[in-house]
């Protein structure tokens, strides 16, 4: 996580404990692990009511550019052609064109939403910095109205958190 993240624990109970709705406490969990062997790479995931929703890894990222035509091998046989086209793809197509993200991307939206404001959170370009925002406390009933109007705007995964949000608090 970093020193500016502090430990995984901490940042889970920030998450799930003290930033969380409290119409969604005990309905939204975050999750990491770290592999022996990954030089500290990580696999982050939301689940919402004990259902994976969205992971942020490597392979993820990985997975989406050979499903999605990005890599010119469409069938890697063996590690080294799974992870040949990896890093300059990424360097290619950044985050904001990808439905997939990095654990490292992750953990940015994680830092950018603990470092603003929500009102920032809520309206950033960056659509993992509005899901952090999306179930905060701090998001009042008017802002959650004016977000309904524009849920189809969002990022197809990324509408899931905000309906979440919206039907616990009976907006919609």
Not at 18 to 46: K, P
Not at 121 to 138: C, E, G, K, T, Y
Not at 147 to 172: G, H, N, S, T
Request: include cysteine; hydrophobic fraction near 40%; aromatic fraction near 12%.
């Amino acid at each position: 996580m970093g020193k500016i993240l502090g430990s995984w624990s901490g940042m889970r109970k920030y998450l799930e404990q003290e930033m969380l709705a409290s119409v969604l406490h005990g309905r939204v969990r975050y999750g990491c692990t770290t592999y022996v062997g990954m030089d500290g790479c990580r696999i982050f995931e939301v689940c919402i009511d004990g259902r994976q929703v969205k992971r942020f890894s490597l392979e993820t990222v990985n997975t989406y550019f050979i499903e999605n035509g990005f890599t010119k091998n469409k069938n890697p046989v063996g590690m080294s052609e799974y992870w040949m086209e990896f890093w300059p793809l990424v360097d290619k197509i950044p985050a904001d064109q990808r439905t997939e993200y990095l654990d490292e991307e992750f953990c940015l939206a994680l830092e950018q939403y603990r470092n603003q404001d929500i009102g920032s959170s809520i309206s950033s370009v960056n659509p993992l910095v509005r899901m952090f925002a999306v179930l905060d406390r701090r998001v009042g009933k008017r802002t959650l109205e004016k977000l309904a109007l524009c849920v189809d705007e969002q990022p197809a995964w990324l509408r899931e958190f905000y309906l979440l949000r919206l039907e616990a608090e009976k907006i919609i």
